[in-house]
């Protein structure tokens, strides 16, 4: 049974075949893994297209196949060729299993939105008071004259042992009342004297008393001038000595005191929402918003152009647009690029109108030097996260609910632009492209990367409601890319017969490899199942486009012309499979 033929294609793909690269992820380490002698800087192997057009029904079938996309660039990893396998994963998302580690970044939002008064802990750190009485030296002053007092009151007993017996007086600080820290006195107390009359079987009340009359307290001029007045009572009851102490009213404790059990709120969100944006956070803004808006649309907002660019030279090392001049030995030189000359390919009529004048009022901002640089970078990050293939929406507010297609979603705390997550909404599903965000808060604050996807998990659910989360590749030879798995249950694509698979009994097929790459499902079954396909048939149904102005098939072509095309076909028909490459129009111009 032949196959049916395809439909007239609705996607438009330019074919650039096999290319071979060092490895961004081991950094050619594992190169050696591979047959052959491979050397580190052809370890990655990709076949790769161009996609003009491309529905997003076909890009979601292309990605059950093992491809992603990056703009209209079309990739699928070579797995069994290459040194670090990427196997697409995705999420079944109305089925999805929240960890406790995971619900701890959602809880940790929620506290910095929302922040409570809570309890510190009793400081181990001396008071201010204390601080005064130690570099003061009242302390010690106190104790020798209640040792001096003490042996006095004592060698008034006929009893030798109690003259000789070795006693050392100390003074502790008293806990303060509110009325005590407002009036700046302080009080110390010894129990000497109840100590010694337990031990020697005296009265303490007696002993207290006799001693607090021979006490002979320090001057207040020996403080440093710190105290301006002290006084000594005997608490005949317990057999304490109390000296009460006033500190001078001008002394600055510069926020040093240090007050046991004091209730305060930290509220590090307005300190750092202060700090960005130069506005009291307000209580109406304690939250986080979350649009998704047209990626053209978000593209035109310079704002979202400015958090990419920082994230980009923070966490990659790429250079600051906004601070770097290009030298002129780099590739794109510091010189202003008119609008005009980018091809700006299938962008709606909207964004093409507004996105010079956009352009010129954001490089007003810098200097005329760095102008070129930023329109460069800006250039790129339109064709790295904007620009898609999928057909043009010209309308530049969300629909609700949203169509298929490329998006972006802005986080935001009042008027604080914190993160964007580049999402693509397919019929099954939302795709996670890419994610920026400010830096700095994700490190002081909130994790924003793990915060993004369980907010895409619940916008699949409860927007969407499709079945699946796509979180792109799982790479098990890197640490960096294996939290992918954490994410319950999810399936693996096999990299051989591209069947999703449940992830936990793929994950253990997998680490038993060397390269940890393998054919995920039962070959057996697989090979007894499979049914060649008409290869002369499928390549003669491929529409090619050439130059002709008509678009021909390869039986159309001479044999010279045959020769060309042929082994490109093949490999497109290798990598697509055999329905997709018939839905695609190849051009070969």
């Known amino acids: 049974m032949e196959p049916v033929a395809a439909s007239p294609p609705r996607n438009c793909i330019r074919p650039f075949g096999y290319s071979t690269s060092d490895c961004g992820y081991c950094k050619g380490e594992r190169a050696s893994l591979l047959p052959g002698n491979v050397s580190p800087n052809d370890s990655s192997k990709t076949w790769g297209m161009l996609a003009d057009v491309m529905t997003t029904q076909t890009y ?13 660039h079309l990739y699928k990893p070579c797995n069994f060729e290459s040194c670090c396998p990427t196997l697409t994963i995705r999420l079944k998302a109305e089925q999805f ?7 701890k970044v959602l809880k940790r939002m929620q506290n910095l939105l929302n922040p409570t008064k809570k309890k510190k802990q009793k400081s181990t750190q001396p008071s201010f008071e204390e601080q005064v009485l130690v570099s003061s030296g009242a302390l010690t002053a106190l104790s020798n004259c209640t040792q001096t007092a003490l042996n006095k009151s004592l060698a008034q007993t006929d009893n030798m042992n109690i003259r000789n017996r070795n006693l050392t007086a100390t003074y502790k600080v008293r806990k303060q009342s509110k009325q005590a820290r407002k009036n700046r006195t302080i009080s110390v107390v010894s129990s000497i004297c109840a100590q010694v009359a337990g031990k020697l079987n005296l009265q303490r009340q007696s002993l207290v008393k006799s001693v607090v009359q021979n006490l002979v307290l320090p001057e207040v001029n020996d403080s440093g001038g710190l105290i301006s007045d002290i006084r000594a009572d005997a608490h005949e009851p317990s057999g304490q000595i109390v000296i009460t102490m006033q500190l001078r009213q001008d002394l600055n404790a510069s926020g040093n005191l240090d007050i046991d059990m004091r209730e305060e709120t930290e509220d590090k969100l307005a300190d750092f929402y202060q700090q960005r944006i130069r506005k009291k956070l307000l209580p109406s803004q304690r939250e986080v918003t979350i649009q998704t808006i047209p990626a053209y649309a978000s593209a035109l907002d310079p704002e979202v152009f400015k958090l990419y660019a920082v994230y980009q030279h923070v966490v990659h090392n790429d250079p600051d647009p906004f601070t770097t001049k290009q030298s002129d030995n780099e590739e794109m030189e510091g010189t202003s690029i008119p609008s005009s000359d980018f091809d700006w390919g299938n962008a709606p009529r909207y964004f093409l109108d507004r996105v010079e004048p956009m352009l010129q009022d954001m490089c007003r901002e810098y200097d005329k030097e760095l102008h070129g640089t930023i329109r460069n970078n800006y250039c790129s990050f339109y064709q790295f996260l904007v620009e898609a293939p999928f057909p043009v929406d010209n309308r530049s507010t969300p629909t609700n609910p949203p169509t298929c297609g490329n998006y972006h979603q802005h986080y935001k705390i009042g008027d604080f632009l ?19 965000y400010d830096p700095a808060f994700s490190h002081h604050l909130v994790a924003l990367g793990k915060y993004a996807i369980l907010k895409e998990i619940e916008y699949t659910n409860n927007h969407l409601r499709c079945p699946y989360y796509y979180l792109g590749y799982f790479i098990e030879s890197c640490q960096k890319m294996r939290y992918k798995a954490e994410y319950r249950p999810s399936q693996l694509l096999c990299p051989k017969y591209f069947k999703w698979v449940d992830a936990e009994p793929a994950l253990i097929k997998l680490r038993q490899t060397p390269r940890h790459v393998c054919a995920l499902v039962d070959e057996e079954e697989e090979q007894s199942q499979y049914e060649p396909y008409n290869h002369d048939y499928v390549l003669n149904q491929i529409q090619m486009d050439i130059g002709a ?17 042929k082994p490109v076909l093949e490999e497109f028909i290798l990598e697509a499979g055999q329905k997709l490459s018939m839905e695609c129009l190849v051009k070969l111009t």
């Open 60 to 72: 979601e079938e292309f990605n059950a196949r093992g491809w992603r996309r990056s703009g209209i």
């Open 97 to 103: 299993q929240m960890t406790k580690s995971q619900a």
């Open 418 to 436: 914190i993160a964007v997550g580049v999402v693509d909404i397919l019929p099954t599903g939302l795709s996670s492209v890419y994610l920026f």
């Open 549 to 565: 102005g008509m678009n021909v098939t390869f039986d159309m072509l001479q044999d010279s012309g045959k020769e060309v095309v």
